[in-house]
C-alpha cells in the first residue's frame, strides 16, 4: 500500500521505547485521577501526543499500531491533509455564529454531500448535531413528529448512546445503564438476527428472528403504534454482529407496510466503514431517516440526521437544533473528510482492508480454539471469543489478549454484549505492513493465551 498518512510526516512504524504505559503517561494518569470524574474510563492510559496514518505516538516516545480510529472516527486518519487545511482555514474566519442565528454555507454543503451520499434518490434533508446520541434522539422526535405516533422499537445487542432516550434505546446494562434510571418511556426492544447465537442455528436464523421481531411489535405493541424502528446495520457495541441477510430487508419491508419510519443508526458503520458508503447498501436498503456520527468529519464533533424531506420536514420550525449543531469547524472539517474518502476512495481501501485480515484471523480461528468466529466487513471486523469447544463467551481471554496486545504496541478495543469481542478499526489509511504487523502482535498474544 502507498503512503497515505494524513499526519505531518509521522514515521510510520511501531516503536515500543518503555513499559505501557510509561513513565510520562502513568504521571498525567495520576493528575486524571484525580481530577477527572471516575465514571469517565481509560480503554488504555497511554497519553497521545501526536497522531497519523496507522500509528499513534504516546508522551514517553513510544509508538502504537492503531486499530481503534478513535472508535470508528478518524477513518480518515488522523489530521488528514484535507480536513485540517479546511477547519484551519475556517477557524481563521470564524468559530461560531449559531446556524439558527446566522447561518453559513459549509452547513449547507454538508447537508448537500449528505443528500448524495446517502442511499436514494429521493428528495432529502439534513439536521445536524454535536454528538451520535444527539443525531438518534432528533430522528426519533422527527419520526414522532411525523407519525404522530409515540412507540420505538429497537434490538437486542442494539447500541444507540448515552443521553436519557439513547440509554432506553441501548440494550447493553453495564456499563451504560446501570444506576442511571429511570430511562424514557415507549421503547420496545425486540429480537436481532445474531447467526453465531441463534440457538437453532444460522440456516433459520433471519427468518425466525425477523418472524418474532414482528410478531412481538404486532402484538405487543401494535404496528400502528409505532413511529421508528431503529436498528444498526451493523450492529457495533453489541459486538459487530451483522444481522443474518434477509433480516433487515424483512423488517425494512415491515416498517414500509406499517406507516413506520425506519432509521438506519450508521454512525459506527457508516463512511466507508464497511467498504460501502454505508452499510445498510449491502442489502440495497433504503431507510428512511440514517444517523450519521462518527467518521464524518475526521475526530471533529459532528453528527446528522439525514431522509426523506417529507419526514424530515414534519417537525415544526424551531423545533430542531442547538447551539453548537452543525459548528462551522466541524462542517469544514467534514467536507476534507469526505473529500478525502472519494480521493484516496477508502471504501475501496476498506475492502483491502478485510482481504487482508479476515483470512488471517480465519487461520488463528482454526488453531486457536478461544476464537468461536470471525466476523464483519471492510474495515470493521471482530473475533468472538469462547471457551474452546463450546460457544460460552470468554471475556477473561478477551481482556487477556486486549492487554497482551497493548504491552507489545499494538492499540485494540473491546466490545460486545458478553465482553468476549475484539473489535478491529484501522484507520483506512493504515499502510499494510502495519495492519499485517498488528495481527502477527495478535497472533502472538493468541499463542501465550492457548
Ligand atoms: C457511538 C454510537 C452512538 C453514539 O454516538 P456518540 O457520539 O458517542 O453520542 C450511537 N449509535 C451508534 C451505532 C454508535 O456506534
Request: charged fraction near 20%; aromatic fraction near 6%; charge should be negative.
Amino acid at each position: 500500500m502507498p503512503e497515505l498518512s494524513g499526519g505531518p510526516a509521522l514515521p510510520q512504524e511501531r516503536r515500543v521505547v518503555t513499559a505501557i504505559p510509561g513513565p510520562k503517561s502513568q504521571e498525567l494518569h495520576a493528575r486524571k485521577q484525580a481530577a477527572v470524574a471516575d465514571g469517565v474510563g481509560t480503554v488504555l492510559p497511554v497519553y497521545a501526543k501526536r497522531a497519523g496514518g496507522g500509528i499513534l505516538q504516546d508522551v514517553d516516545g513510544n509508538s502504537l499500531i492503531d486499530f481503534g480510529s478513535g472508535i470508528a472516527v478518524t477513518t480518515v486518519g488522523n489530521s488528514a491533509e484535507a480536513v485540517v487545511r479546511r477547519a484551519a482555514a475556517q477557524l481563521a474566519d470564524f468559530t461560531h455564529t449559531c446556524f439558527m442565528v446566522t447561518p453559513y454555507e459549509g452547513y449547507v454543503e454538508v447537508a448537500e454531500e449528505l443528500a448524495r451520499l446517502t442511499p436514494g434518490d429521493h428528495a432529502k434533508k439534513t439536521a445536524l448535531f454535536n454528538s451520535g446520541a444527539e443525531a438518534v434522539e432528533n430522528a426519533v422526535k422527527i419520526a414522532r413528529a411525523h407519525t404522530k405516533r409515540q412507540a420505538v422499537v429497537v434490538f437486542d445487542h442494539g447500541y444507540h448512546g448515552r443521553t436519557n432516550l439513547t440509554m432506553a434505546l441501548t440494550s447493553k446494562n453495564m456499563p451504560y445503564k446501570h444506576s442511571f434510571g429511570p430511562f424514557a418511556p415507549e421503547v420496545y426492544r425486540v429480537p436481532v438476527a445474531y447467526p453465531y447465537r441463534w440457538l437453532t442455528g444460522p440456516e433459520n436464523c433471519a427468518e425466525e428472528a425477523a418472524a418474532q421481531a414482528i410478531d412481538q411489535i404486532s402484538k405487543q405493541v401494535g404496528a400502528g403504534n409505532v413511529a421508528a424502528i431503529v436498528i444498526e446495520p451493523v450492529l457495533g457495541e453489541g459486538g459487530f454482529i451483522e444481522p443474518a441477510k434477509g433480516f433487515l430487508p424483512r423488517i425494512a419491508e415491515f416498517a414500509k407496510a406499517n406507516g413506520i419510519v425506519f432509521v438506519a443508526d450508521e454512525i459506527q458503520s457508516g463512511f466507508c466503514r464497511t467498504g460501502q458508503w454505508f452499510a445498510c447498501e449491502d442489502e440495497g436498503i433504503v431507510p428512511d431517516l440514517i444517523t450519521t456520527a462518527k467518521g464524518i468529519a475526521g475526530g471533529m464533533p459532528l453528527a446528522a440526521v439525514t431522509g426523506r424531506a417529507e419526514i424530515m420536514d414534519a417537525a415544526h420550525v424551531g423545533g430542531l437544533g442547538g447551539t453548537y449543531g452543525g459548528n462551522p469547524v466541524a462542517c469544514a472539517a467534514a467536507l476534507g473528510a469526505i473529500e478525502t474518502m472519494r480521493e484516496l476512495d477508502l471504501n475501496a481501501r476498506a475492502r483491502r482492508i478485510e482481504e487482508v485480515m479476515k483470512p488471517r484471523l480465519q487461520k488463528m480461528a482454526e488453531q486457536y480454539g478461544v476464537i468461536g468466529e470471525v466476523r464483519g466487513r471492510g474495515a470493521m471486523i471482530a473475533i468472538e471469543l469462547v471457551k474452546p469447544g463450546t460457544k460460552d463467551p470468554n471475556p477473561e481471554v478477551t481482556g487477556a489478549l486486549a492487554k497482551a496486545c497493548h504491552e507489545e504496541g499494538l492499540l485494540v478495543l473491546t466490545t460486545g454484549t458478553y465482553g468476549n469481542v475484539m473489535r478491529f478499526l484501522p484507520p483506512l489509511v493504515i499502510g499494510e505492513d502495519l495492519l499485517n504487523e498488528g495481527l502477527d502482535i495478535l497472533e502472538g498474544a493468541l499463542a501465550q493465551q492457548a
